[in-house]
């Protein structure tokens, strides 16, 4: 699967402003990617049923 902001119907709408992708794009180099306990359940079913990746991010 490729994203690709440039080939997007939504792109520079509203819907754009919104996007999760915009929104890790958008980050600085280094600055962190917090999410709450919910987010993290939501991203984890969605990897199980193969529809996102894995969680990669480990604390060791």
Do not use: N
């Amino acid at each position: 699967m490729v994203i690709d902001c440039a080939t997007c119907s939504e792109q520079h709408t509203a819907t754009c402003d919104d996007c999760v992708v915009t929104f890790l794009l958008g980050r600085r180099p280094g600055e962190a990617v917090v999410i709450d306990l919910a987010e993290h359940r939501s991203l984890r079913i969605l990897a199980d049923a193969g529809l996102a990746p894995p969680l990669r991010h480990s604390a060791d």
